[in-house]
C-alpha cells in the first residue's frame, strides 16, 4: 500500500490488474500512479471485488468489436472506504465506506428522472484515463472502476455509502451478484406469492435469484444447469427442483415440472423465467419455458453474446403476452436499494457468507479468473490488499 494520495499525487505507487493485449486473457500486476482528480472523483482503498463473468467477457473477444481500449485496469464493481475526495465531492467523505457499482445514478438525466437509474445516461464502458505506468501510458479502468486493484478512482454518482459491520468480502458480492439477482426478482419482474420460478444457469446471480424467489414465497423454484455440483447448491439455496440440460430436452422436462395450466396458448412452463447461463441458447429455452401471461428477465453478458442471434417464431408474440426484460443492472436504485440490500444480508434475509467460496491475493487475479470461468468456485472474491 501507498500512502493516501493528493490531488497530485506525488510519488504515489498503486499495484493493479492490467489488461494489455487485446484478444486474449492476458493481465499483468503493474504499479501505476494516479493522474490527479477530476471533478467528482473520489478515491476509495479496495478492500474486496466479486470477480463476475463480465468481468471477463471483453478479453478474449474479437478486438474489432469489443470496443475497448488496452491496457486498462478491470473490475467493474467493489468495495472500500474514501481515502480522498476531489472537487465538488459533496456527498461522500473520507472515511466513508462504500460500495462502488458500474452503473452510476446521476439522479438528473432522462433515465433517471424517470424511475430507470439503471439506464443512466452517465454510463459508460470507460471513463477517462485514471492512471499512468511507468512508461507514462495512461490508462482507465474498467467501466470507470478498475476494482482490481488496491485502490480505485471513480465517480461519486458511482459510489454509494453504507453504514454497516458485515465484512468486505460479503459487501463485494451486493453490487454484483446480489443487486442483479435479487433486482431481477424483486424489482425488474417482482416474482409473486405462489409463481412457479425457473432459473436457467445456478451461478451466483442465479442463486442470489433463487433466495428472492424463496423469500417472496414462490410456487416451484426450478433450477437448470448442467453442473451436479451447481445443482446441488441450487436446492441448498431454496430451488424445490433441479434439471440436467444435458439428459434429455430442458424444456420438456420444465414443462413437466411446473405443470399445465391449460388452453390453446402456452399453458405449460413457469410464470417468470430468469436466464443467467450465459449461453445464448438459454435465451430461445427461457421463451419456451415461460407459460402465456409470463416474464423472462435476460441477464447474462458473456463474450458469445457480442456476437450471437436468437430466432424466434413471430406468432406468439402477438398471442401469448409473455414480457421480456432486461436485467441491466439488477434494475435497481443504487442509493435506494443498496443499503436495502445490505439491511437483508445483515438480517439473514440472504445468505451471501454461504455463497463465498474462495478468496484471492490481488497477484492471483488469473486464478480467480480462471476458476470462475471452469465453474470450480461459485462466488470468487479478489481482495486487493493482500
Ligand atoms: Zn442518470
Known amino acids: 500500500m501507498g500512502r493516501p494520495p493528493t490531488p497530485n499525487q506525488g510519488g504515489f505507487i498503486v499495484r493493479a490488474a492490467v489488461w494489455v493485449e487485446l484478444g486474449k486473457p492476458n493481465i499483468e500486476i503493474q504499479e501505476v500512479t494516479p493522474l490527479p482528480l477530476r471533478d467528482h472523483e473520489v478515491v476509495v482503498r479496495v478492500e474486496a471485488s466479486n470477480v463476475s463473468v463480465s468481468d471477463y ?13 488496452v491496457p486498462q485496469i478491470l473490475g467493474h464493481c467493489g468495495t472500500g472506504v474514501v481515502i480522498e475526495i476531489g472537487p465538488k ?14 452503473t452510476p445514478e446521476c439522479g438528473e438525466c432522462h433515465f433517471c428522472i424517470n424511475n430507470k437509474p439503471e439506464f443512466c445516461a452517465e454510463m459508460a464502458w470507460m ?26 478512482i471513480v465517480p461519486d454518482i458511482q459510489a454509494t455509502k453504507v453504514v454497516t459491520d458485515l465484512p468486505f468480502d460479503q459487501l463485494a458480492m451486493v453490487a454484483l451478484p446480489i443487486a442483479t439477482g435479487v433486482g431481477a426478482a424483486l424489482r425488474i419482474a417482482p416474482i409473486t406469492p405462489g409463481a412457479d420460478v425457473v432459473v436457467l444457469g445456478a451461478g451466483s446471480v442465479g442463486i442470489s435469484y433463487i433466495q428472492a424467489a424463496k423469500m417472496v414465497g414462490a410456487g416451484k423454484i426450478v433450477a437448470v444447469d448442467p453442473l451436479p455440483h ?3 447448491l441450487a436446492l441448498k439455496f431454496g430451488a424445490t427442483h433441479v434439471v440436467d440440460p444435458t439428459a434429455g430436452d430442458p424444456v420438456a422436462a420444465v414443462q413437466e415440472i411446473t405443470g399445465n395450466k391449460g388452453g390453446m396458448l402456452a399453458g405449460a412452463g413457469g410464470d417468470f423465467v430468469f436466464e443467467a447461463a450465459a449461453d445464448a441458447r438459454a435465451i430461445e429455452q427461457a421463451w419456451d419455458m415461460c407459460r402465456s401471461g409470463g416474464h423472462i428477465v435476460l441477464c447474462s453478458v458473456t463474450d458469445q453474446m457480442m456476437t450471437a442471434k436468437v430466432t424466434f417464431t413471430a406468432l406468439p408474440f402477438a398471442v401469448q403476452g409473455k414480457t421480456i426484460h432486461a436485467c441491466q443492472g439488477g434494475g435497481i436504485s443504487q442509493r435506494r436499494d443498496i443499503p436495502w440490500l445490505v439491511g437483508m444480508i445483515e438480517r439473514g434475509q440472504l445468505d451471501v457468507a454461504g455463497m463465498i467460496d474462495a478468496h484471492y491475493p490481488l497477484a492471483d487475479i488469473s486464478q480467480a479468473m480462471d476458476d470462475m470461468m471452469a465453474r470450480s468456485v461459485l462466488a470468487p472474491i479478489l481482495m486487493p490488499q493482500s
Open 57 to 69: 467477457f471483453p478479453l478474449t473477444n474479437d478486438p474489432e468489436t469489443v470496443g475497448q481500449p
Open 127 to 152: 471513463g477517462p484515463n485514471t492512471y499512468k505506468d511507468a512508461n507514462g501510458v495512461e490508462m482507465a479502468g474498467n467501466a470507470y472502476v478498475g476494482a482490481f486493484a488496491e485502490h480505485m
Open 230 to 232: 451447481r445443482r446441488e
Open 89 to 102: 465531492v459533496e456527498r461522500l467523505a473520507v472515511g466513508d465506506k462504500v460500495v462502488v457499482t458500474s
